[in-house]
């Protein structure tokens, strides 16, 4: 019998020995997803500091003055805000048949339309380049 639970005691060891090593292996792969979702975090705050600082140029910078030209189909928001800043800001000049929008010093046409009225219909062109 005493050969027989020396036997038991050396497999129970045994098994402790694999079932702590089991463990190590499982600790060591924690550790390691650890260390990857915290450079996944440190990745993540620096995009979001990136975006911080971009939406912190974007809302408190100026807008520049825009050049003469033809309004795109498919503006940034900045170029859309840009255009419709300067349509409310600007010098405009309307007369029957168009309507032309000038730069801050009233100078240069940035973009104009023509429209037409033909005493039932008012119609408005696209704007175009000045």
């Known amino acids: 019998t005493s050969l027989t639970e020396i036997n038991l005691v050396q497999a129970s060891i045994a098994t402790s020995l694999s079932e702590i090593n089991l ?3 499982s600790l060591s792969t924690i550790v ?10 440190s990745t993540v705050i620096s995009e979001i500091d990136l975006v ?5 140029t974007i ?4 807008i520049a003055e825009m050049a003469q ?3 795109t189909s498919t503006p940034t928001l900045i170029e859309a805000t840009n255009y419709l800043y300067r349509k409310f800001r600007n ?3 309307t007369t029957a048949t168009d309507n032309k929008i000038y730069d801050d010093a009233g100078v240069t046409v940035l973009f104009q339309e023509t429209h037409s009225d033909d005493g039932t219909t008012f119609t408005k062109g696209k704007y175009v380049s000045g």
């Open 52 to 56: 911080q600082a971009s939406l912190s």
């Open 91 to 93: 010098k405009q000049e």
């Open 23 to 25: 463990v190590q292996a």
């Open 32 to 41: 390691s997803e650890i260390d990857l979702t915290q450079a996944t975090l």
């Open 59 to 62: 809302v408190s910078g100026k």
């Open 69 to 71: 030209g033809l309004p």
